[in-house]
C-alpha cells in the first residue's frame, strides 16, 4: 500500500503553519503533528495510478474509514466548488491556499497541468529601519505601543533604478545605532540602520513562530502608512 499524503503543525485553530512545523521538527516535538493522506497509489498489489482521482479518494476514504481511530492520520477531504470562491474564503481564513486538481486526472508524480496550487497573499506596510549595502534589501518593523519590533526583510521585488533610488533615499536617514526597541538575532545581520521615516509595502506568504514575515516581496516605498502615491515603486 502506498498512500501520498503530508505532515502539518497544526494551529489551535486547525490550519496549518509551516514555521511551527520546522520548529518542531528541530525540538523533535511531535503532539502538534498530524498526518493528512490525499491519494493513494497501490493498494494490495494493485496499482491505482491509471484510475481518476475521485475514484483513487473513494479507495482512501474507504480504506481510513475501515481503519478506524489510527491516531492523528485524517483524509484531506475536498470540495467541488467554484475555485475562486474557495479560494477567497481559505485566504479569509488566514490558510495558506488552496491545491486545484482534476476531477478525471490519472496519478503523475511531479508538477503536471492536472494540479494547481495557488497561494494566498498578505500586503502590509511597514517602517524601514534598515537597509543591506546597495540597497538591494530592506529592513523592516512594526510598533506595538511604545516598542519598534523587527519584522525581517523584503529582499526581492527592485529594479536596478528601485535600487539607486532607494540608496539615494536611505543614506541622509542612516543611524550609527539600532532603532529598534530590541536587536534582532545575530544572523539578521544589518548593514546599514535607518531612521524610521519611510514605510515599506510588502507583500508576504505569513508570519514565522519568530514574528518574521516570510516570502516577501517590496511593492513600493511610502511617505507614510496611508499615503496613497508611493515614492518609489516598479509603477507609480
Known sequence: MII???????????????????????????????????????????????????????VLAGLLKEAGDIGPVHLSEHFEEDAETLFAKSCELGLEGIVSKLRDASYRSGRTESWIKVKCVQIG???????????????????EGKELLYLGKAGTGFTNSMVLELARLMKPI?????????????K??????????????????????????????FRGLYASKTAKKPIVAKFK
Not at 542612516?174 to 545575530?186: Q, V, Y
Open 174 to 186: 542612516t543611524l550609527t545605532k539600532s532603532p529598534l526597541s530590541k536587536p534582532p538575532d545575530r
Open 125 to 143: 506596510r511597514f517602517e524601514v529601519i534598515g537597509y543591506k549595502s546597495g540597497a538591494t534589501s530592506l529592513y523592516v518593523a512594526k510598533r
Open 4 to 58: 501520498d499524503g503530508e505532515v502539518i503543525s497544526a494551529t489551535p485553530n486547525g490550519g496549518a503553519n509551516f514555521s511551527q512545523l520546522q520548529a518542531d521538527l528541530s525540538n523533535s516535538r511531535y503532539d502538534r503533528m498530524v498526518y493528512y493522506a490525499f491519494d493513494i497509489l497501490h493498494l494490495d498489489g494493485f496499482d491505482l495510478r491509471g484510475a481518476p482521482f475521485v475514484e483513487r479518494k473513494r
Open 188 to 217: 539578521n545581520k544589518i548593514d546599514h540602520w535607518v531612521a524610521p521615516k519611510y514605510w515599506a509595502e510588502v507583500e508576504y506568504r505569513d508570519v514565522t513562530t519568530d514574528g518574521l514575515l516570510r516570502h516577501t516581496t
